[in-house]
């Protein structure tokens, strides 16, 4: 479960491990989800998005699955390796807005 | 490309002080967002902009203003900085049909209010 106040929620995982990451999102009318990454001292950056009309898609080492039954999205990642250490954001979009709504993050450390 | 650029990248204020933060992007994009993030917490939308000439509020807007005079620039001023306003502010910009498609983020800008 997440933690209060200034902590997020860390994931640790040994490097060649597969990751999973979780997100519950809030809204059923969401129809677009984004992954992004966001590396320490830098801007987030896109790894994967998926439509409301599908429940996986693959991209390179990662896959994201939707199950909007539960209102649940997460994000594999295979093999994981050192530099793949960041915060991971979920970001849910309602069919005709332009604003997305972020969740708080997880915090994947992997060690070496 | 360059694609989304932010200035300052550091920048410390006094109470009561201003200053603008400007956004730079190279791409094309219609939409451009002003978010904060501060610690163990999600983005937070303060204004956005959906083309030249026009702004909106977002979640947090309140001490803020902003302005989209170029397409390309999205300016984020704070008239008199308070230090709940210490965070790290991020930019982003977006193709027109934003609901389909990422958002592109700036590397940030660190403001601390003295």
């Known amino acids: 479960g997440e933690s209060v106040g200034l902590h997020l929620p860390t994931l640790s995982v040994q490097e060649g491990d597969n990751s999973i990451i979780n997100c519950a999102y809030s809204?059923?009318?969401?129809?677009?989800f984004i992954w992004y990454k966001q590396e320490s001292g830098k801007g987030p950056q896109f790894i994967i998005d998926i439509r409301s009309n599908m429940d996986k898609r693959q991209g390179q080492r990662v896959t994201v699955l939707l199950n909007k039954t539960v209102k649940h999205l997460s994000l594999q990642i295979a093999a994981t390796q050192p530099g793949d250490s960041a915060v991971y954001f979920c970001?849910?979009?309602?069919?005709?807005?332009?604003?997305?709504?972020f969740g708080r993050g997880t915090s994947l450390i992997v060690h070496p | 490309n360059a694609g989304v650029t932010q200035t300052p990248k550091f920048r410390v204020l006094k109470t009561g002080q201003s200053m603008t933060l400007l956004c730079a992007q190279d791409?094309?994009?219609?939409?451009m967002y002003w978010y904060r993030q501060d610690p163990g917490m999600g983005l937070r939308l303060i204004h956005y902009?959906?083309?030249?000439?026009?702004?909106a509020k977002g979640e947090v807007p309140d001490g803020y203003n902003v302005s989209r005079l170029k397409k390309q620039n999205f300016l984020l001023g704070l008239e008199s900085a308070a230090p709940s306003q210490t965070s790290v502010y991020f930019c982003?910009?977006?193709?027109?049909?934003?609901?389909?498609?990422?958002?592109?983020f700036g590397p940030g800008t660190r403001l601390t209010v003295l």
């Open positions: 970001a849910e979009n309602i069919g005709g807005s332009y604003i997305p709504t």
């Open positions: 902009s959906v083309g030249e000439g026009t702004t």
């Open positions: 791409m094309n994009h219609e939409y």
């Open positions: 982003a910009s977006s193709y027109q049909l934003a609901t389909y498609n990422e958002q592109f």
């Open positions: 809204n059923s009318a969401s129809d677009y």
